[in-house]
Nanobody, 127 residues
């Protein structure tokens, strides 16, 4: 079992930045790939970014490419999502999710591909 806790959300003005963190605990001796997703009321959870177990592979949704950067520090069991040039349409609850790594260069954008989920952190982009 892996427990995930997101933090770092909040209110930011358009054009501003936030860094989200996803801290893992539990059976972290296994290698996990991690994804960030986001969800707005009445909509399905939407993929934002993926990072492989060792950080070698990253992948982004077109909507965030060039503005968001996913990274990880395995010594701290933490994955980050640096979000720059935020827009009002980035407003959502952001979730991190983990899946046991298959040690391939595959990336996963579908929610059912991930086994563990955090509770989410809210990001509001507004002036």
């Amino acid at each position: 079992q892996v427990q995930l806790v997101e933090s770092g959300g909040g209110l930011v003005q358009p054009g501003g930045s936030l860094r989200l963190s996803c801290a893992a605990s539990g059976s972290t001796s296994s290698s996990y790939a991690v994804g960030w997703f986001r969800q707005t009321p009445g909509n399905e959870r939407e993929f934002a970014a993926h990072i492989s177990w060792n950080g070698d592979v990253t992948y982004y949704a077109d909507s965030v490419k060039g503005r968001f950067t996913i990274s990880r520090d395995n010594a701290k069991n933490t994955v980050y999502l640096q979000m720059n040039n935020l827009k009002p349409e980035d407003t959502a609850v952001y979730y991190c999710a983990a899946r046991p790594s298959d040690y391939s260069r595959m990336y996963y954008t579908l929610t059912f591909k991930y086994r563990y989920w955090g509770q989410g952190t809210r990001v509001t982009v507004s002036s």
